[in-house]
């Protein structure tokens, strides 16, 4: 689980998370199809890094789920996610799940986004896929709050 606020609506943020130019600027995905309402598909690659991680191999591939839950301007969760590597087997099934809280002050309007991504399995190449995605998911916020406090 990771959270940021932000300065931009929840409009903004949760448009983000679905717009093909913005995944690529923010989340510095090669493509995506991303469609925001129940049953639409979630799904996002990264080009394959140079270096390797000893467990999981090259790091990029692909992300992909289906919409199981969209309320626009506020949450949307991802089911049968899976991560599929370069190099290796899938990972998964897991959930990601996305909220926008706004935080209402006196201007301009913040947003609290909580991202949580959480799979059932224990093995070691799960854990290890967690230690590396955790902090994967905090720069990849602070490039979303980069990204929409300054466009």
Not at 53 to 71: I, N, P, Q, S, W
Not at 85 to 92: E, K, S
Not at 96 to 119: A, D, F, H, W, Y
Request: hydrophobic share 40%.
């Amino acid at each position: 689980t990771c959270s940021i606020s932000i300065v931009a609506s929840p409009s903004r943020v949760m448009w983000a998370f679905f717009d093909p130019n913005a995944l690529t600027a923010w989340w510095q995905t090669s493509r995506s199809v991303t469609v925001p309402r129940v049953l639409g598909a979630y799904a996002v690659e990264w080009e394959p890094t140079d270096f390797k991680d000893e467990m999981l191999g090259r790091l990029g591939g692909a992300f992909h789920g289906t919409v199981m839950d969209y309320k626009p301007d506020r949450e949307f969760f991802v089911a049968e996610a899976f991560w599929l590597p370069p190099d290796g087997n899938p990972i998964g099934p897991m959930a990601l799940e996305v909220s926008c809280s706004p935080q209402r002050t006196k201007n301009p309007q913040i947003t609290l986004v909580k991202v949580m991504q959480r799979g059932s399995e224990d093995g070691d190449r799960w854990k290890r896929y967690y230690e590396v995605i955790a902090p994967g998911w905090d720069r990849a916020l602070q490039s979303l709050k980069r990204y929409l406090e300054s466009t």
